[in-house]
């Protein structure tokens, strides 16, 4: 896919080839309303790591809000759109990784959005602020919030502002990434 043919799509190039496969990593969203740690591990997911590293290294999620908040079934927040729109992404996408290894997404835990066809995943990731048993395992997990979780709790404590159907659409306590970083160590 080329940035020219797709109008939601943000081009800063690919991530390296050769990414960490050892260690831990700690991705940071500093938030208009607070401050959100991810522990991630690059053993289980190293595309994914290395991707949001990528993108974060290029500022491509600072100044974005996140888009998507969904209140019944399935409750999660979606951020990691640079268009705001849910279709929006980098110029390129990659495959899933780890996707037998946990059996739905617990609260807290992080994942990469992606389409219904496999090898889609991109830039936007969900963070499950309640357990979600029933959603398929068909996303890569790619950590767990170790901090700010109180920050994810009051944005899905106000609401939707219905969009999608009447429990999912943007959040109506907006929150926006001021800076994204990840660092492994």
Not at 4 to 26: H, L, M
Not at 132 to 151: A, C, E, R, S
């Amino acid at each position: 896919m080329s940035a020219g043919s797709e109008p939601n799509v943000k081009d800063v190039g690919t991530p390296p080839a050769t990414v960490p496969r050892t260690g831990k990593a700690t991705m940071t969203l500093t938030t208009n309303l607070g401050t959100v740690e991810i522990a991630m591990d690059p053993k289980l997911a190293p595309c994914a790591v290395a991707n949001f590293a990528h993108l974060a290294g290029k500022k491509f999620f600072d100044g974005t809000a996140c888009h998507r908040l969904t209140t019944a079934g399935l409750f999660v927040l979606q951020c990691g759109d640079p268009s705001g729109t849910g279709t929006g992404g980098p110029a390129y996408r990659y495959a899933e990784e780890n996707l037998s290894s946990r059996p739905g997404y617990a609260r807290g835990s992080v994942a990469v959005a992606k389409t219904q066809e496999p090898s889609t995943s991109g830039s936007q990731f969900f963070i499950s602020y309640a357990d979600n048993p029933l959603l398929p395992v068909d996303y890569t997990p790619i950590g767990t919030v170790t901090k700010g979780m109180d920050v994810i709790d009051k944005v899905a404590a106000g609401g939707v502002t219905p969009g999608n159907g009447p429990d999912d659409g943007a959040p109506k306590i907006r929150i926006v990434l001021r800076q994204v970083t990840v660092v492994y160590a």
